[in-house]
């Protein structure tokens, strides 16, 4: 943009069902955060949820009319008077696929537009947009920005990396009075391809050795009576418990206070703030090899096991079962590395340093003094 904001920078925010149920806490934080960063932020959903405002925090929301949904691509002028009739300085869509849809907005209207890149999915549809010139993309880890540029090395100069963040527990969920029956969380989406029947296979070989052990499902999907049909072996019936799809990141969060394990069965699927939660409460988790969330770091913050191999993952459980301490440490490393890389509040201002940079406006570097990421 030729000429810099005067005032806060106004933010038009794009979000979907499909964004907000897969990263709702976060973008409530980043919500609240903005407000004390000079940044006005207007959500713009592409939902007919009626309680997508409440879901999303503070920020002023705006939906456009049902009658748009969910095929039609409104025009930039029709859009403009949906929101008000000012001129965003800055279009951010929380997904790949919204960018492609709405980018034409943001070309009309002569200012930025960024996409948010979380997962392969991002990848593909961002790598498709090349001609729209004024997109760039806001990798939520180192590695998926060098997925991208491995795709498409063209881009390279377009994509940063702004890391993810969420508030951090005190201290570690996983442990407590050592009587009681270990809790496990799963909240992979119920699909065939998820990962989750290496987890039930597993668990099958733990609880031959470790019967105080119980398992929730905390998820739905396609699957679900597949899956169903599997914890029906005598060894698991009383031992998993489906409880369905937590609401909202608050509810998820309440949840995962009550667990000590927290399992990721498989790499396939979209993101969702559901693994990054697990860090940021203190949990040990135990995750497959090639997830391109680089905060799950074997020995560090997570075990790391072998895909769709259920007694590399029994025999990594077990072990942590067995001691206490050694799945104590686990979880007081995801939370000593979410308080010092992945904070609401460090999220929160390098997305603002970027938002000002793109709208020309230079300021004092982002003080990334926290720690690597």
């Given amino acids: 943009m030729s000429d810099q904001p005067i005032g806060p920078i106004e ?27 000079s940044v006005r932020v207007t959500v713009l959903g592409h939902s007919s949820d009626p309680t997508l405002a409440d879901r999303v925090g503070p920020a002023r929301t ?7 949904l969910p095929w039609h691509r409104p025009s930039a002028a029709a859009v403009l008077e949906i929101i008000g009739g000012q001129v965003p300085d800055l279009v951010h869509c929380l997904s790949a696929d919204l960018a492609r849809w709405f980018a034409n907005w943001a070309e009309d209207w002569g200012c930025p537009i960024i996409s948010t890149l979380c997962d392969h999915e991002d990848i593909d549809q961002f790598c498709s947009m090349t ?10 880890t180192p590695s998926v920005r060098n997925a991208l540029i491995e795709q498409s090395p063209e881009l390279e100069s377009r994509i940063s990396v702004v890391p993810l963040g969420l508030p951090a527990e005190q201290e570690p969920r996983c ?9 496990a969380v799963v909240t992979a989406p119920l699909s065939r391809n998820s990962g989750l029947d290496v987890v039930f296979k597993a668990m099958k070989i733990v609880v ?23 914890v029906e072996d005598p060894d698991l019936r009383a031992r998993v418990t489906f409880a369905g799809e937590m609401s909202d990141w608050t509810t998820l969060r309440t949840a995962m206070a009550a667990a000590d394990f927290y399992i990721i069965p498989g790499t396939s699927g979209r993101f969702t703030a559901s693994n990054l939660t697990a860090l940021a409460c ?4 135990l995750a497959p090899e090639g997830s391109m969330e680089d905060y799950l770091i074997d020995a560090k913050t997570a075990v790391i096991f072998e895909p769709r191999r259920p007694k590399d993952l029994a025999q990594k459980w077990l072990a942590l079962l067995q001691d206490r301490e050694s799945a104590m440490r686990l979880a007081q490393g995801a939370l000593d ?23 020309g406006i230079h300021t004092a570097p982002v003080d990334l003094a926290a720690g690597p990421f």
């Fill in 282 to 285: 203190g949990l040990a988790i």
């Fill in 208 to 230: 031959q050795d470790h019967a105080d052990l119980h398992l929730f499902v905390l998820s739905t999907g396609k699957a679900e009576d597949y899956f169903r049909r599997q």
């Fill in 131 to 140: 001609a729209a010139d004024r997109l760039s993309g806001f990798a939520t």
């Fill in 175 to 183: 442990g407590g009075a050592s009587d009681r029956i270990a809790t």
């Fill in 337 to 359: 590395h979410a308080r010092s890389c992945h904070q609401a509040s460090r999220m929160v201002a390098e997305t603002a340093a970027h938002y000002r940079r793109l709208c």
């Fill in 11 to 37: 933010t038009l925010l794009i979000v979907d069902d499909d964004v907000v149920r897969r990263m709702g806490g976060l973008i409530r934080h980043l919500c609240v955060g903005m407000i004390d960063e």
């Fill in 62 to 68: 705006v939906m456009l009319p049902r009658r748009l």
